[in-house]
């Protein structure tokens, strides 16, 4: 497969979208958050690309966020109640530390080869925060990944 530098995007579909809020040492903090769930036979043929994770914290003076065991989990099952990990999960630790307390931005990516996945799957991660005062976050995430031909539907 040839991509069309100027059209990238036609091969790319972005699923199994989530997000999260959370108070440090309260609601959402150190708690896993899901996205939708993805029939992989309702794509094209998805193959790989990557997980991504965005969003911003308003951390105290040193005091970080970490998004801990970014995976994909999958299954037989359409609810996933048979759920296992894809693959081993990974922990971003430190992605953002305030230097004198401040709202922090941020972005990470992960790749990921989805040859092998089971029929159904989905996005999830811990967001943690290592404050245990009035640091808060909001997230964004998902996965852009690559089908077999494009344009890709939406």
Same mark, same amino acid.
């Given at each position: 497969?040839?991509?069309?530098?100027? @059209?990238?995007? %036609?091969?790319?579909?972005?699923? #199994? !979208?989530?997000?999260?809020?959370?108070?440090? +040492?309260g609601?959402? &903090?150190?708690?896993?958050?899901?996205?939708?769930?993805? @029939?992989?036979? %309702?794509?094209?043929?998805?193959? #790989? !690309?990557?997980?991504?994770?965005?969003?911003? +914290?308003?951390?105290? &003076?040193?005091?970080?966020?970490?998004?801990?065991?970014?995976?994909?989990?999958?299954?037989?099952?359409?609810?996933?109640?048979?759920?296992?990990?894809?693959?081993? +999960?990974?922990?971003? &630790?430190?992605?953002k530390?305030?230097?004198?307390?401040?709202?922090?931005?941020?972005?990470?990516?992960?790749?990921?080869?989805?040859?092998?996945?089971?029929?159904?799957?989905?996005?999830?991660?811990?967001?943690?925060?290592?404050?245990?005062g009035?640091?808060?976050?909001?997230?964004?995430?998902?996965?852009?990944?690559?089908?077999?031909?494009?344009?890709?539907?939406?």
């Open positions: 497969m040839q991509i069309n530098d100027k @059209d990238a995007g %036609a091969y790319l579909k972005v699923v #199994s !979208g989530g997000g999260a809020r959370g108070v440090a +040492a609601t959402g &903090d150190n708690t896993e958050t899901v996205g939708d769930i993805v @029939d992989q036979l %309702a794509h094209e043929n998805l193959r #790989s !690309g990557l997980i991504f994770v965005a969003g911003s +914290a308003v951390l105290a &003076d040193t005091k970080s966020i970490s998004i801990k065991s970014l995976k994909i989990e999958h299954g037989d099952a359409s609810n996933l109640s048979d759920k296992a990990d894809f693959f081993t +999960a990974v922990d971003f &630790d430190d992605v530390v305030s230097s004198g307390g401040s709202t922090e931005i941020f972005a990470i990516k992960l790749n990921i080869d989805l040859w092998g996945v089971k029929r159904y799957w989905r996005v999830s991660c811990i967001p943690d925060l290592d404050a245990t009035t640091d808060t976050f909001e997230i964004g995430f998902g996965v852009a990944a690559i089908g077999d031909s494009a344009p890709l539907t939406t």
